[in-house]
């Protein structure tokens, strides 16, 4: 079965990489706290920055950077997730820079969206950080402004507040399962040659299936029927045929398989056939006689 966290702790920091200005001043975390005010009035808290680095940065655009490594991230994703929003231009280090965030609606414009704030602060210290906690599943957008403040003489005009820039790739918060089975899987290996054989069979499927089918044949067959052992699964049944009176024998096992659950079906029979091949070609296949997973071709005995 799937197991899904139930904890999120997303990081979502504005930064404005700003330089030099005529009138340099301090930016303290105290400064970002009073911020909090302004967030919390959206279901979320703010604190200043500094939990959590940029190694793995993702690129968006010209203006926007996430901290994580793709624009996609886990609900219980540890540490911190961080968004950057770059002026372009060094020079600014006054007016007052903006971030905010929005839930995407497809098919809305952006402007139209329900868009929340993150921080609005003079940016004098070149960086500008708020902390969400709490952000449930869903897609976000984001989207920048600086605005000027001040005469030109002691303000850089060069980024100009005469709109949005919009993050072009948004953040998507999903459930991440724990599960190492990757939709559906299916293998075979043989574990025992010569006249007494032995081979297993695994299915495994990530979202469950209450019903497959198996089925394979065992070549130059000897003796009674093989000897069939199946772990994992429900509702199972096994039916051993012989074809057209040969001495081949074909197995079918049909039942249910549970989310991110695996199946075993261990074989073991007589055989005095010579050859290197020892099974023929082995499938699984839903109600619709669909594949599952690719089939497996003939075991192989070395």
Same mark, same amino acid.
């Given at each position: 079965?799937?197991?899904?966290?139930?904890?999120?702790?997303?990081?979502? !920091?504005?930064?404005?990489?700003?330089?030099?200005?005529?009138?340099?001043?301090? /930016?303290?975390?105290? $400064?970002?706290?009073?911020?909090?005010?302004?967030?919390?009035?959206? #279901?979320?808290?703010?604190?200043?920055?500094?939990?959590?680095?940029? @190694?793995?940065?993702?690129?968006? $655009?010209?203006?926007?950077?996430?901290?994580?490594?793709?624009?996609?991230?886990?609900?219980?994703?540890? #540490?911190?997730?961080?968004?950057?929003?770059?002026?372009?231009?060094?020079?600014?280090?006054?007016?007052?820079?903006?971030?905010?965030?929005?839930?995407?609606?497809?098919?809305? $414009?952006?402007?139209?969206?329900?868009?929340?704030?993150?921080?609005?602060?003079?940016?004098?210290?070149? %960086?500008?950080?708020?902390?969400?906690?709490?952000?449930?599943? #869903?897609?976000? !957008?984001?989207?920048?402004?600086?605005?000027?403040?001040? =005469?030109?003489? =002691?303000?850089? !005009? =060069?980024?100009? +507040?005469?709109?949005?820039? /919009?993050?072009?790739? &948004?953040?998507?918060? @999903?459930?991440?399962? $724990?599960?190492?089975?990757?939709? &559906?899987?299916?293998?075979?290996?043989?574990?025992?040659?010569?006249?007494?054989?032995?081979?297993?069979?695994?299915?495994?499927?990530?979202?469950?299936?209450?019903?497959?089918?198996?089925?394979?044949?065992?070549?130059?067959?000897?003796?009674? *029927?093989?000897?069939?052992?199946?772990?994992?699964?429900? *509702?199972?049944?096994? %039916?051993?045929?012989?074809?057209?009176?040969? =001495? &081949?024998?074909?197995?079918?096992?049909?039942?249910?398989?549970?989310?991110?659950?695996?199946? !075993?079906?261990?074989?073991?029979? +007589?055989?005095?056939?010579?050859?290197?091949?020892?099974?023929?070609?082995?499938?699984?296949?839903?109600?619709?006689?669909?594949?599952?997973?690719?089939?497996?071709?003939?075991?192989?005995?070395?």
């Amino acid at each position: 079965m799937k197991i899904f966290t139930t904890k999120m702790l997303a990081l979502v !920091t504005s930064a404005l990489l700003l330089g030099a200005c005529s009138q340099m001043a301090t /930016y303290e975390n105290e $400064d970002l706290l009073a911020n909090q005010e302004v967030a919390a009035k959206s #279901g979320f808290n703010l604190t200043p920055y500094g939990t959590g680095g940029n @190694e793995n940065a993702y690129q968006v $655009d010209s203006y926007f950077t996430y901290s994580s490594e793709s624009y996609t991230i886990c609900y219980d994703e540890a #540490g911190s997730f961080t968004v950057s929003f770059f002026a372009q231009n060094t020079a600014i280090a006054c007016g007052n820079f903006m971030i905010q965030y929005a839930i995407f609606e497809e098919g809305v $414009d952006l402007d139209a969206l329900d868009w929340q704030n993150l921080t609005e602060t003079n940016p004098s210290s070149g %960086v500008v950080s708020a902390t969400l906690t709490g952000l449930p599943t #869903g897609e976000y !957008t984001f989207r920048g402004q600086w605005l000027r403040t001040g =005469s030109p003489t =002691s303000c850089s !005009t =060069s980024f100009v +507040n005469t709109g949005w820039r /919009y993050a072009t790739e &948004n953040l998507i918060v @999903e459930e991440c399962s $724990d599960c190492d089975i990757d939709g &559906n899987e299916f293998s075979g290996e043989a574990v025992t040659c010569g006249a007494s054989r032995e081979v297993n069979y695994t299915f495994g499927s990530e979202e469950g299936l209450s019903y497959f089918k198996m089925q394979g044949g065992l070549t130059n067959f000897t003796g009674d *029927n093989a000897v069939i052992m199946i772990t994992g699964g429900s *509702n199972l049944s096994v %039916v051993q045929a012989t074809p057209g009176g040969s =001495s &081949n024998r074909i197995i079918t096992v049909e039942g249910a398989v549970g989310e991110c659950e695996t199946i !075993t079906v261990n074989v073991k029979w +007589n055989s005095t056939n010579s050859g290197g091949i020892i099974t023929g070609n082995w499938s699984v296949k839903d109600a619709d006689g669909d594949d599952l997973d690719a089939p497996v071709a003939g075991l192989t005995c070395s």
